[in-house]
């Protein structure tokens, strides 16, 4: 596929196709990572550390008998208000 660097206010960008993005398992929004190697940009998933997670999926793996339990966190040693 061939793209034209095209200049977006102060910034200079590439516009992919939806099916390009789609071959590398893309979406908007995504984040990526860009190398260069021997004059080639090399653009890959960035690989995140924390993840992105789905909270309907992190809510399902409560346990239905938990039970919530309020926290001492012990005396205030700053300026909080409690």
Do not use: C
Not at 37 to 65: Q, S, W
């Amino acid at each position: 596929m061939l793209a034209k660097i095209q200049k977006w206010g102060n910034s200079q960008g590439l516009r992919l196709t939806k099916n390009l993005l789609a071959d590398a398992q893309l979406d908007v929004g995504d984040e990526v990572d860009i190398s260069i190697k021997d004059g080639i940009m090399i653009i890959t998933p960035a690989k995140t550390f924390r993840g992105k997670h789905n909270l309907k999926d992190l809510v399902a793996r409560i346990p239905e008998n938990y039970q919530a339990e309020e926290v001492d966190w012990g005396t205030a040693v700053g300026k909080e208000v409690w």
